[in-house]
């Protein structure tokens, strides 16, 4: 779907840019590809095209993060396409994440928060705002 008309917020929680500063530092796996994230969230993520999916397709993934050799795994589906000022965004929902995926993209994303927090937060507090309700 690239008609912005019809695009509907499916996500509960909120969503986190997926760089630190200029540089991407969340990646997604796919086909031994691998593509920068463009956000990330505890139900979901989205990228810039070219990234081979279409809005209806499920496929198996893995999630990166820079400087952690860890994986997580899962499979996802592919929800919308929304058209961005560089092109488009493919917008995908998690639908499993394997063995302790869930508990370590929590961890991941706390982090995430702490480290981009312009004033100090516990560590509390940034999985309050990773668990907390999607802002946008």
């Known amino acids: 779907m690239s008609n912005t008309d019809e695009y509907t917020e499916r996500r509960r929680h909120q969503r986190f840019l997926a760089r630190r500063g200029d540089n991407p ?10 593509f920068p994230l463009n956000d990330v969230s ?3 993520f989205s990228a810039p ?3 081979p999916l279409q809005p209806g397709q499920e496929f198996a993934f893995a999630l990166r993060i ?8 899962g499979r996802a589906k592919a929800v919308n396409e929304v058209p961005n000022g560089e092109g488009s965004l493919i ?5 499993t994440l394997d063995g302790t ?3 370590d993209l929590k961890e991941w994303l706390t982090a995430h928060v702490i480290s981009l927090a312009s004033v100090r937060i516990s560590a509390a507090e940034a999985e309050a705002i990773v668990q907390g309700p999607s802002l946008i």
């Open 91 to 95: 917008g995908c929902s998690f639908l």
């Open 101 to 103: 995926g869930t508990e």
């Open 66 to 73: 820079e400087g952690i050799p860890d994986r997580i795994r």
């Open 42 to 44: 505890l139900e979901g």
């Open 25 to 34: 530092c969340f990646w997604v796996e796919l086909d031994g590809s691998r």
């Open 49 to 51: 095209t070219p990234i």
